[in-house]
């Protein structure tokens, strides 16, 4: 399959086809909206790409510069892949913090990063209460601030940029911290368009929040890198997704098992979903979690990722496994597996799962700094107080290597263990 781009520039899209809408806002404009009410909201990727400049000019006129961190605490909305595209024309990072945290655990990211600035959403500010640190404004007090004119990223030296972290993302506790560079998240979007026939034709509906891997990177950041439609919700609904996928002619859906089966317990399931074509699952999902899809003689298959690396695993539309199967390593991930002295596996095999490859993330980030010559830790410097989890695996030797054991088929098939 042919790629349409090389680079992630949104301005290159929106100069190709300004008039395509890139995303539909369906969150209700009121709070206490009926079920299954949503509100259109298109923004063409000529309206993404401007909201995009502006949001880089308002934290250029803040002082954000080319290697600060920008965090960025709110549901999904579509001023999140702004922000992203924002600090990629400014040479800044992007970290969003999720709002699934507790007051608690919002600070535990903090611990390893000091960001420039704090972003929110006004229904956030008890978690950005928690924040350690002082310096925030809201989205509203972000669009009010002065604009400083900004350059595209692709007028400079794309060489001189690629090492830098564009992204970071932290676990479900707020840690570990994992950053990307733009050409990691690029081949992750190449991965997944080749992996499932991914392309501009295509509308998908967003389920994840866009502060994880699966949300952002898997789904939001590779249809828009294809040029296609992404439906997006303040938070999920399975009565108002199932609504916009009706609606909106939706033809793609990728999401965890929880979302999958919520929506097929919907009432009007059948109807609502006539346009779908294909599915994709996060991890093992049992068979009757899918039995309905199925049904309706849509397509589905099973993908699996994680923080180190948004899609790992992928399987065939035309497969039939097991529900614990996940398939093979998507394009450009490899795999291995390795016993307990290191020592590489071959054939049909169990052992500890080791990733790598430009689909990769380029490391955990380093307590110690996050400028461009020192912003992630290396295996050696990794320390048990870094995590107190203890099970965040490593990177070394350009691998990464996990704790999880799973089971290689003699066909190359992987499955947990």
Excluded: K
């Excluded at 050409?183 to 502060?211: H, K, M, Q, R, Y």
């Excluded at 999902?285 to 899609?311: F, H, K, N, V, W």
């Excluded at 097991?322 to 394009?331: I, R």
């Amino acid at each position: 399959m042919a790629v349409p781009f090389v680079t992630l520039s949104l301005a290159r899209r929106a100069e190709r086809f300004p008039e395509r809408t890139a995303v539909v806002d369906v969150s209700e404009e009121r709070l206490y909206a009926p079920a299954e009410t949503i509100h259109e909201n298109r923004v063409s990727y000529g309206e993404l790409s401007a909201m995009t400049t502006r949001t880089a000019e308002h934290l250029s006129a803040l002082g954000i510069e080319a290697g600060d961190v920008v965090c960025l605490l709110t549901r999904n909305r579509v001023a999140s892949l702004a922000f992203l595209f924002a600090c990629r024309r400014l040479g800044a990072t992007f970290f969003p913090v999720s709002h699934w945290l507790t007051p608690a655990s919002v600070e535990r990211p903090f611990d390893a990063i000091e960001p420039a600035l704090v972003v929110s959403e006004a229904a956030q500010r008890d978690l950005v209460r928690s924040i350690p640190f002082d310096r925030s404004v809201t989205l509203e007090e972000l669009a009010e601030a002065d604009r400083d004119a900004v350059s595209d990223p692709d007028e400079r030296d794309r060489e001189s940029e690629s090492d830098a972290p564009l992204l970071f993302l932290h676990g479900d506790d707020g840690r570990p911290i994992a950053g990307y560079s733009a050409s990691a998240l690029e081949w992750n979007c190449i991965s997944v368009l080749v992996a499932w026939g991914l392309s501009s034709a295509d509308v998908v509906p967003l389920t994840p929040p866009l502060s994880s891997p699966d949300g952002l990177v898997r789904v939001a950041l590779s249809v828009l890198y294809v040029g296609g439609t992404l439906l997006l919700d303040r938070a999920f609904d399975p009565g108002d997704t199932l609504t916009a996928i009706a609606e909106e002619n939706a033809t793609l859906l990728a999401g965890r098992e929880t979302a999958i089966r919520d929506l097929a317990a919907e009432s009007g399931f059948d109807d609502a979903v006539d346009s779908l074509e294909r599915v994709i699952v996060e991890g093992a999902a049992a068979d009757d979690a899918l039995e309905a899809y199925r049904e309706q003689d849509i397509s589905i298959a099973r993908a699996e990722g994680r923080l180190e690396c948004p899609t790992a695993f992928c399987q065939s539309f035309a497969a039939d496994v097991g529900a614990n199967h996940v398939g093979t390593p998507v394009p450009d991930c490899r795999a291995r597996l390795v016993d307990e002295s290191g020592t590489v596996l071959e054939g049909a095999a169990e052992g500890r799962l080791e990733l790598s490859g430009p689909v990769v993330a380029d490391g955990y980030v380093s307590a110690a700094g996050t400028d461009d010559e020192n912003w992630y830790a290396p295996a050696e410097e990794q320390s048990n107080d870094y995590d107190e989890s203890g099970d965040r695996g490593r990177f070394a030797d350009n691998w990464f290597e996990t704790d999880d054991r799973y089971r290689r088929d003699e066909d190359g098939t992987y499955r947990p263990q």
